[in-house]
């Protein structure tokens, strides 16, 4: 093979390398089909030289139940890790889901499929927010947790939304146990 061949192997090699990397630092994976929104920030502890530690608001809409929204808050770690991207972050975080409209759903689902999930480390943790249905009770349930390759954190946060008619208009309400495979 020639130097120049071999050049131009080493810089797609390089290239690639450099796409995988960026990838995996890019913090998130959403589910989906838009990024949470971001609400707010409020910083709780001050850092001088870089940046704070925050508390983070964001919401989402349910991507399989149309009129359901959730919003979480996540801690989010700053100094010079939580600057690079490289800080695992802790497990606490708190849910509210709730209807925001008629609720429909756009077709079947399995009991606690992923509704959302976002890596919360470099590598190995990551925070799920997973949906079921009760439906003795015509009720969606919404629970947030985070885990890890090795070992998981028990601490989570759960959320439910009654499926209820929503305006006048909406004389009909659907059951959730319908749609559970």
């Known amino acids: 093979m020639t ?18 990397i960026v990838a995996l630092l890019t913090g998130s994976a959403a589910l ?10 409020r910083s709780t502890v ?3 030289l870089t940046p704070n530690d925050k508390l983070a608001t964001y919401g989402i809409d349910d991507p399989e139940v149309e009129g359901v929204a959730c919003h979480f808050t996540v801690p ?3 100094g010079v890790k939580g600057w690079l991207g490289v800080a695992e972050q802790v497990s606490d975080i708190s849910l509210a889901c709730r209807q925001i409209g008629p609720i429909h759903f756009k ?5 606690a499929d992923d509704m959302f999930r976002q890596r919360r480390s470099l590598f190995f943790k ?9 439906a003795k009770r015509n009720v969606l ?6 885990d890890r390759l090795i070992e998981g954190s028990p601490k989570n946060s759960t959320s ?9 208009s909406d004389s009909t309400v659907q059951k959730c146990g319908d749609f559970i495979q």
């Open 3 to 20: 130097p120049k061949a071999l050049d131009s192997r080493d810089n797609k090699r390089k290239a690639l390398a450099l796409v995988a």
């Open 76 to 78: 989010e770690k700053g």
């Open 160 to 168: 439910s939304v009654p499926i209820m008619p929503w305006g006048a």
């Open 141 to 146: 349930v919404y629970m947030v947790y985070t």
């Open 46 to 48: 001050f850092k001088w």
């Open 107 to 111: 077709g079947k689902m399995e009991q």
């Open 126 to 134: 990551k925070m799920q927010i997973v949906r079921g249905c009760d």
């Open 32 to 41: 989906a089909a838009d990024e949470p929104d971001l609400i707010f920030r």
